[in-house]
């Protein structure tokens, strides 16, 4: 009786999501009525559709990917009758949107709540210059727009959230997962589980690459012929502090966009593929089916490029397995806490506030005659960042080299002490006071505490602290003019 609940509850949730977008489409087709005729494409269309299926500027536009074999004719009519959503308007989404827009899929949404900064547009290459600080979306559907005025673009000005990924994911066929966070990602596979819709998940960081094909094909929860979710792969979220973003990691223009890329490849085949007796292939001699599969690209290695086969749907797995906890009800209701379940990802303080110096306290400080009470500064920020710019003075001390040093908690003696520690700090008996700056003021505290786990504070007699907020507060509360990276 449990499958019989577990299916009709699975049906329920299809009605459901059916009927919002039959809500949607009579909308749509009212509107439609309400407007006059206008466009040149409608007039094309009124007198060519007869006759043949693609207006003639489509089968111009198309044919280069229409005559391979793959694709042809009816793989061209597949993309336009297909409606894909690309969460994320950033180094994946844009690329991922110029190509299927290229490629004339009939309607594509974006969702992203973010506007165009300077910092995006080396890789977010839909962006231009001209469009900082304007909606994401509206600047990427302003771009497609004059690449391919067939397509319908549907931009949602929004932050994905529980409430409302199930309504906008009904109208569409597949789901590209183009976000940067762990949260995201568990409630775009939640959703996408619960609709039926497959997704393409990719991420980039550095100069390496990761692109999945989840939920595909996508069956009900518990039918374990279906594809493995985003939760079956990662079934518990990494930990908040070890998840680097692009700002503080970075990230290699031509890394990101080749997975977004890829990611629209991988679509064009889902939607162009021929299902025959359950299975999909690309033509029909069943070759080139999909596999789930981990792909891994990383540009600095030797093959650049390697496939690991997925495992099969975890069975306890609590959004595709065949008890699943995550409904349709649990994510409108919010019971579902996707931040709190990944971690908090707000700003750490360790320290207390004796133990922290205003970037403009530290400058005071440093303009003071009496020359003791400046002490040193050791900045943390990895190297290459060091060597972008740094504060006259300070020493490198990168973070990374911290960590790995294994010398433990064992106080410090001039003979035995971390390769990372600079000779001139090292000296036990002096009091001259250890300033620690960082790029936001969080790796800095963790350095703070290493200094003082290895005694260096000398019992409190030692100022050891860090500059509040970074270099990002020097330059807001010091110098604007030092660079902003
Ligand atoms: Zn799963």
């Known amino acids: 009786m449990g499958d019989k609940e577990q299916l009709r509850k699975q049906l329920e949730d299809q009605i459901a999501a059916t009927e919002l977008r039959l809500g949607q489409l009579k909308q749509e087709l009212a509107d439609l009525d309400a407007q006059q005729p206008t466009s040149h494409t409608n007039t094309e269309s009124a007198i060519g559709s007869t006759e043949w299926p693609l207006l003639q500027d489509e089968y111009r536009r198309y044919g280069r990917q229409m005559i391979v074999e793959q694709i042809g004719l009816a793989g061209q009519l597949k993309l336009r009758n297909s409606a894909v959503l690309i969460v994320g308007a950033g180094g994946l989404g844009c690329p991922a949107a110029l190509y299927l827009a290229g490629a004339g899929v009939g309607r594509l949404g974006i969702v992203d709540g973010d506007e165009v900064e300077s910092s995006n547009l080396h890789r977010q290459v839909l962006h231009r210059t001209k469009n900082t ?31 409302n990924a199930p309504e906008i ?51 009900p929860p518990g039918d374990k012929s279906g594809g493995p979710c985003y939760r079956c792969v990662f079934p518990k979220p990494p930990p908040a502090d070890s998840v680097t973003s692009c700002a503080d990691g970075g990230i290699i223009g031509p890394v990101v966009g080749m997975m977004g890329v890829m990611q629209t490849l991988e679509t064009i085949r889902v939607i162009t593929m021929v299902i025959e007796e359950g299975v999909a292939s690309v033509n029909k001699s069943g070759n080139s089916r999909i596999v789930p599969s981990l792909h891994l690209f990383s540009a600095y290695s030797m093959p650049p490029f390697r496939s690991i086969r997925l495992r099969p749907r975890r069975q306890n797995c609590s959004a595709c397995g065949t008890e699943p906890s995550i409904s349709i009800e649990t994510l409108r209701n919010g019971s579902m806490d996707y931040v709190q379940f990944c971690g908090s990802l707000n700003p750490v303080s360790d320290l207390t506030p004796d133990e922290r110096l205003s970037a403009a306290d530290y400058k005071s400080k440093l303009d003071t005659p009496s020359s003791d009470d400046k002490g040193v500064l050791l900045d943390v920020r990895e190297r290459v960042q060091y060597d972008i710019c740094a504060l006259p003075d300070s020493i490198s001390v990168p973070i990374s080299e911290v960590l790995r040093s294994s010398s433990g908690s064992s106080e410090v003696t001039i003979e035995k002490s971390p390769e990372w520690l600079p000779m001139n700090i090292i000296d036990l008996s002096s009091t001259t006071p250890i300033h620690v700056i960082c790029r936001q003021g969080n790796d800095s505290q963790v350095v703070v505490k290493k200094l003082k786990q290895l005694g260096l504070d000398q019992g409190g007699k030692r100022f050891i602290g860090d500059i509040k907020g970074g270099l990002d507060a020097w330059r807001r509360d010091v110098d604007p003019q030092f660079p902003d990276y």
């Open 133 to 163: 600080g304007k909606y994401k979306v509206d600047s990427a559907i302003q771009y497609l727009q004059e690449l391919n005025p067939h397509p319908t673009y549907i931009p949602f000005r929004t932050q994905l959230s529980s409430q």
């Open 169 to 219: 994911f009904a109208d569409f066929d597949i789901i590209l997962d183009c976000t940067d966070n762990p949260a995201t990602r568990y409630l775009i596979s939640d959703t996408a589980v619960i609709l039926g819709k497959p997704i393409v998940s990719a991420s980039a960081l550095r100069t390496e690459g990761q692109l999945m094909i989840l939920n595909y094909p996508p069956r």
